[in-house]
T-cell receptor, first 112, second 113 residues
Framework: RKEVEQDPGPFNVPEGATVAFNCTYSNSASQSFFWYRQDCRKEPKLLMS???SGNEDGRFTAQLNRASQYISLLIRDSKLSDSATYLCVVNRPRGSQGNLIFGKGTKLSVKP | DGGITQSPKYLFRKEGQNVTLSCEQNLNHDAMYWYRQDPGQGLRLIYY???????QKGDIAEGYSVSREKKESFPLTVTSAQKNPTAFYLCASKAVESGNTIYFGEGSWLTVV
């Protein structure tokens, strides 16, 4: 099983749609989870951290299921500006720094 | 403004040449990282440094070297030993108190010609 696995997409959705991405991770000892957004040919930017109880930031909702070792991101009322690649990020709990492992990303394309 | 500055943004290198990518941060972050991204691939860790004068190999360190002589600077040298150096290189940093949240520079595109 890969350390972090995502559906590569692309997800092509109309404006206003609700879209959900899932991500699975292999190390049950991982403690930190994030969603990053990466625009074409740009650096990744933190979208949101993922907390055990789930968390929401405007149109974005992140959930963590430790038992099944997966993370999800829900985007409601999609905007054209949401078009990007969404990276699932999980810490690798080794040593004292818990290096981050990045998924390959799920590409979202929101169409008018 | 506070942030992470990478330079150059675009770089062309002839095979057999070493090249150094600069990364400077004024965020007072302790930890710094270098990642490589290939098309359609996830980020892979090359080297990281938790503190000045100390650094550790990541998953794909072969053919690369780094130094951390100052807290704010973490340059990456891509040596001629790196067989497939053409890629997008991302520098990142993290404050100890921020948990595991890291922030990236704008990246450097290296092309070997």
């Amino acid at each position: 099983r890969k350390e972090v696995e995502q559906d590569p997409g692309p997800f092509n959705v109309p404006e206003g749609a609700t879209v959900a991405f899932n991500c699975t991770y292999s190390n049950s000892a991982s403690q930190s989870f994030f969603w990053y957004r990466q625009d074409c040919r740009k650096e990744p930017k933190l979208l949101m951290s993922v907390y055990s109880s789930g968390n929401e930031d405007g149109r974005f909702t992140a959930q963590l299921n430790r038992a099944s070792q997966y993370i999800s991101l829900l985007i409601r009322d999609s905007k054209l500006s949401d078009s990007a690649t969404y990276l699932c990020v999980v810490n690798r709990p080794r040593g004292s720094q818990g290096n981050l492992i990045f998924g390959k990303g799920t590409k979202l394309s929101v169409k008018p | 403004d506070g942030g992470i500055t990478q330079s150059p943004k675009y770089l062309f290198r002839k095979e057999g040449q070493n090249v150094t990518l600069s990364c400077e941060q004024n965020l007072n972050h302790d930890a710094m990282y270098w990642y490589r991204q290939d098309p359609g691939q996830g980020l892979r860790l090359i080297y990281y440094s938790q503190i000045v004068n100390d650094f550790q190999k990541g998953d794909i360190a072969e053919g690369y070297s780094v130094s951390r002589e100052k807290k704010e600077s973490f340059p990456l040298t891509v040596t001629s030993a790196q067989k497939n150096p053409t890629a997008f290189y991302l520098c990142a940093s993290k404050a100890v108190e921020s948990g595991n949240t890291i922030y990236f520079g704008e990246g450097s595109w290296l092309t070997v010609v």
